[in-house]
């Protein structure tokens, strides 16, 4: 209890020397604030990404990932590595088939094709020309995680006969059909008219832009339209978690043997899974993390000096108080303990301020893009945590000064 009460009251003096000197203390306050500020401003915008992305995920149904060409995101990005995905063999129906047949782990094997950007119109309204059109076969709503509120969803036979039938997002579907339901009804699109027969449940939005915003036609019908050269992406989803490595493993080996890749060569094709994704994601901010740390660690010690350099000064000044308390008893731990109280002190209220200020301007990023608000707990600790470390380390030396100071020529100074 003793201790306690100590400490309350070096706090209670250290909070009284703050507001005494208001604005000495306030410039040694600022270095701290930048250090702190700079580095939860990167790590909650980096958390704010994060969670857009782990929801843009949720794209893939459970258990699902994805074959393509190219990778999801290309750290990359010199010429000679997007000539090496350029070259790879384009997917096509046979290879999706052949996939399915053999692939006896998966649950679905869908495939999908984005086809056009183009205008959609319905007998009410006319939409701009920024209507993405997707090409999918019927295991695509188990794998691409699509529920239909309305209507029903594509079928092997809307498929196999290549029928001018589209499922809508539920965006599109109310652009395009504010009166009423669009199931039924007819619109046109890229010079043909496609007959609606569902519509799916709403998404929302990732980074500010709509996931309901496009249609979906049968792949028969997209390969027809559009031509059978088309690059598709295949999805394909496991039973269930336990499956889920033995099915990824499985599909890749038949891949590369339909594919003939040489054993001990590399894929010559791209698995994307959510894992994946936030893999390559952490690895692109790597060096912001990096960057963000280097520029902390030099305000924090630039901010250190400074509160070393205030407390010498406070200690200069506040001489005959410290002589004063060193003759009516108080003991050099006292005096310590006091000065050292103040310089973390100091460093907290920065801290303080930088983490509250770093959670605001991170979270700002993610108004923009209509992300939910994230607060990084561990690094808001770590950050104060940090800062006690600054005030301690750099206090250290001040305080150990005004402790050994004696107690006759402290009395005699003016």
């Not at 129906?93 to 782990?105: C, G, K, Q, S």
């Not at 086809?115 to 119109?121: G, T, Y």
């Not at 952490?282 to 010690?301: D, F, H, M, Q, Y």
């Not at 506040?318 to 100091?346: D, H, N, P, W, Y």
Request: with cysteine; aromatic share 6%.
């Amino acid at each position: 209890m003793r201790l306690l009460r100590e400490l309350a009251e070096n706090i209670r003096l250290a909070l009284t020397a703050v507001r005494s000197h208001v604005l000495r203390s306030a410039l040694t306050v600022l270095g701290i604030l930048v250090g702190v500020f700079s580095i939860i401003l990167v790590m909650t915008a980096i958390r704010v990404l994060q969670a857009n992305l782990e929801k843009q995920m949720s794209q893939l149904g459970t258990h699902t990932f994805q074959l393509q060409r190219f990778p999801a995101i290309q750290v990359d990005g010199d010429a000679d590595s997007w000539q090496k995905y350029a070259r790879r063999k384009r997917f096509y129906m046979p290879d999706a088939r052949r996939l399915a047949e053999r692939a006896t782990l998966a649950q679905a094997v869908s495939v999908i094709a984005n086809l056009d950007v183009s205008e959609a119109s319905s007998r009410y309204a006319r939409t701009n020309p920024n209507i993405p059109a997707t090409a999918v076969s019927p295991e695509a709503f188990s794998t691409r995680n699509w529920v239909v509120a309305a209507g029903r969803a594509l079928v092997d036979p809307d498929n196999d006969n290549a029928r001018l039938v589209c499922v809508l997002g539920a965006d599109l579907a109310l652009k395009l059909f504010p009166f009423g339901s669009a199931v039924g009804d007819t619109i046109k699109y890229h010079g043909a008219n496609y007959t609606v027969v569902g519509v799916l449940e709403a998404k929302g939005s990732i980074f500010g832009q709509s996931q309901d915003n496009f249609l979906a036609i049968p792949i028969e019908t997209g390969l027809n339209r559009y031509g059978r050269e088309l690059s598709l992406q295949i999805q394909v989803q496991a039973r269930d978690e336990a499956s889920y490595d033995p099915t990824l493993e499985q599909v890749r080996g038949i891949l590369r043997a339909l594919r003939k890749v040489p054993p001990g060569q590399e894929d010559d094709f791209e698995i994307v899974s959510n894992d994946s994704l936030v893999s390559q994601f952490r690895g692109l901010t790597e060096n912001l993390r990096l960057g963000s740390a280097v520029i902390s660690s030099i305000a924090l010690l630039a901010a250190g000096i400074g509160i070393m350099n205030i407390m010498l000064v406070s200690v200069t000044e506040r001489t005959r108080e410290i002589g004063i308390r060193r003759a009516i008893g108080a003991k050099k731990r006292s005096i310590m303990a006091q000065f050292l109280c103040e310089a973390v002190v100091l460093s907290e209220i920065g801290g303080l301020l930088g983490v509250v200020l770093g959670i605001l301007a991170g979270n700002l990023l993610g108004l923009i893009l209509h992300a939910p608000p994230v607060i990084p707990y561990d690094w808001a600790l770590i950050g104060l945590f940090v800062c006690s470390l600054v005030g301690v380390a750099f206090g250290t030396y001040p305080a150990w000064m005004a402790a050994n100071l004696d107690p006759i020529e402290s009395l005699r100074y003016e």
